[in-house]
């Protein structure tokens, strides 16, 4: 602000010796008071760059140009010092010229500062994807080239190997499209779907994977009755990556529970493992990006908040009740809706 009073003063002193009124702006190269104009723009312009990188807001940026201005005229009348038509001119276009520079200057960057996180973020996202899904091929690969070599078989254990591989690859990217969904920003495709079929769908494609796991899916008798308003495609990967983690961390050769029941005016789908459950603190811990809990720390951390996330496009919430040395229950609770009847 000091620079910027010695900015002012050469401008009006500039004005008041000049032949006659010159016009400037804050690109004006050519005259003196053009000069003072260019320079007092490098400073604003500065000024907005220090200003956000301090972390201030852009309202803030605005407010200093604002009190500038009161600060003189307050000091003008204080001591009785008359403010010319032409000279108050000056000061409001010099402030207002200030405003725009170090604003647009704030503006731009703020949005590169944005950007280049939204990069970063996108940039570590695809890494961590390429990596697992190039663990998957890599072991799928080599399962395949010892079952060609004859030694041995699809029954055997190299052929679980190549089934977890293909089951994980195709988790990978059920999961993936989802996410690309959600971050587009893409309307979600809303329908009335009936409970019991869509987890009947659910079963026939996580049956796979807890045979891949050696583990037992169980599930429970569903109320016919059920329906939800939701996006489908969504809601399933919700579901499968919640499956998924389950038979992650269950007990060998124990169970997975999947229900769904009503209770009043909602719809609630439950999966339970039996495994070692959560440390304390954990429960919300483990819906932010990147985050992995258990000795397990294949994938890359995702899974969880793109469930969250998934639940709350179809108007849902995902809690998980943590049960210490029995497992999880994550709990998908849906406004509950009414199938028509059959005519």
């Keep these: ?20 009124p010159v016009s400037y702006g804050r690109n ?14 490098v400073s604003a312009t500065r000024h907005g760059r220090e200003l956000m990188q301090r972390g201030y807001t852009v309202e803030q940026v605005i407010r200093d140009y604002g009190d500038l201005c009161q600060e003189i005229t307050g000091l003008a009348m204080e001591r009785d010092v008359p403010i010319r038509v032409e000279e108050f001119r000056t000061l409001n276009r010099c402030l207002d010229d200030g405003i725009a520079d ?3 200057e704030f503006a731009y960057q703020r949005d590169a500062l944005m950007a280049g996180s939204g990069v970063e973020s996108v940039n570590e996202r695809l890494g961590f994807l390429a990596h697992e899904l190039r ?18 078989g699809l029954a055997g254990a190299t052929g679980v190997v190549l089934d977890r591989s293909l089951v994980a690859m195709s988790n990978l990217i059920d999961r993936s499209l989802a996410e690309v969904r959600m971050n587009a920003g893409m309307p979600a495709r809303y329908q009335l779907i009936s409970v019991a079929d869509f987890i009947s769908d659910v079963r026939i494609s996580a049956s796979l994977e807890a045979d891949v796991y050696e583990c037992r899916l169980t599930v429970s008798t569903i109320d016919p009755t059920l329906a939800v308003d939701a996006d489908r495609d969504i809601l399933f990967s919700v579901v499968g990556n919640l499956l998924q983690n389950a038979f992650k961390f269950t007990a060998h050769r124990s169970e997975v529970k999947l229900n769904a029941y009503a209770e009043s005016d909602r719809i609630l789908i439950t999966v339970e493992d039996n495994g070692h459950g959560l440390a304390p603190g954990e429960e919300e811990r483990i819906f932010r990006p990147f985050t992995q809990s258990g000795s397990d720390k294949s994938g890359v951390g995702l899974g969880l908040t793109i469930c969250r996330r998934g639940t709350e496009i179809n108007n849902g919430i995902l809690s998980v009740r943590n049960t210490p040395g029995s497992g999880c229950i994550f709990t998908i609770d849906l406004p509950r809706r009414a199938l028509p009847n059959p005519t």
């Design 1 to 20: 602000m000091p620079l910027f009073l010695d900015q002012l003063i050469a401008m009006l002193q500039a004005e008041e010796h000049a032949p006659e």
């Design 28 to 41: 004006s190269k050519a005259t003196k008071p053009g000069q003072a104009g260019t320079e007092m723009g």
């Design 102 to 104: 170090a604003v647009t």
């Design 135 to 152: 663990n998957h091929i890599h072991k799928a690969m080599i399962a395949i080239r010892v079952i060609k070599s004859g030694k041995a």
